[in-house]
Antibody, heavy 125, light 107 residues
Framework: QVQLQQWGAGLLKPSETLSLTCAVY????????WSWIRQPPGKGLEWIGEIDHSGGTNYTSSLKSRVTISLDTSKNQFSLRLTSVTAADTALYYC???????????????????WGQGILVTVSS | ETVMTQSPATLSVSPGERATLSCRAS??????LAWYQRKPGQAPRLLIFSASTRATGIPARFSGSGSGTEFTLTINSLESEDFAVYFCQQYNNWPWTFGHGTQVEIK
């Protein structure tokens, strides 16, 4: 059974860099996609991006200039880095495995299962 | 992007009763729709994918239906452990998007 455990700094100042890591237990990086999702207070969930086993990434357009998702296969971990944070980046951040969803246009992560426990990141001066 | 609208925002139900939750997409997502359950302090859990397929280990009292733009999650004979927030997610139109959730509370 796959389990995800995430950690990282929960309090940042504006302009700092958010850094979160998610450890994967019970599966090596194979055919799945490894994703980050966030939920700002009072708002809906927002997909941030994903990385596949070969290191290929996809990001949401609104964060693309500031976000990097990377993979460390030796540690079975993947990470999120978001630069130049502002109060708008305050959110509950989740890591999740996305199972492949393939169409004629190619494959991406589709449904998310499982999820990490979430970590609240607050940006405040 | 595809906007997912869930209704109602809050649903008050007595244990043993049925809960019916709605999720509407602003454009067709065919059957690429998932439902999740989230309890306070816990990781969200996948309940349903492909609109109507139960995920591994999900009790039969949970069922999903619909296609295109209208979807329903039905929870039959609610148990105490089912009181939680439920949200839907489409994975047909990039970028994937989520609904804001329905809080199922004890009546």
């Amino acid at each position: 059974q796959v389990q995800l455990q995430q950690w990282g700094a929960g309090l940042l100042k504006p302009s700092e860099t958010l850094s979160l890591t998610c450890a994967v237990y019970g599966e090596s990086f194979s055919e799945s996609y490894w994703s980050w999702i966030r939920q700002p207070p009072g708002k809906g969930l927002e997909w941030i991006g994903e990385i596949d086993h070969s290191g290929g990434t996809n990001y949401t357009s609104s964060l693309k200039s500031r976000v990097t998702i990377s993979l460390d296969t030796s540690k079975n971990q993947f990470s999120l880095r978001l630069t130049s944070v502002t109060a708008a980046d305050t959110a509950l951040y989740y890591c999740a495995r996305a199972l492949p969803y393939c169409t004629s246009a190619g494959c991406r992560g589709g449904r998310f299962d499982p999820w990490g426990q979430g970590i609240l990141v607050t940006v405040s001066s | 992007e595809t906007v997912m609208t869930q209704s109602p925002a809050t649903l008050s139900v007595s244990p043993g009763e049925r809960a019916t939750l709605s999720c509407r997409a602003s454009q067709s997502v065919f059957n690429s729709l998932a439902w999740y359950q989230r309890k306070p302090g816990q990781a969200p859990r996948l309940l349903i994918f492909s609109a109507s397929t139960r995920a591994t280990g999900i009790p039969a009292r949970f069922s999903g239906s619909g296609s295109g733009t209208e979807f329903t999650l039905t929870i039959n004979s609610l148990e105490s452990e089912d009181f939680a927030v439920y949200f839907c997610q489409q994975y047909n139109n990039w970028p994937w998007t989520f609904g804001h959730g329905t809080q199922v509370e004890i009546k």
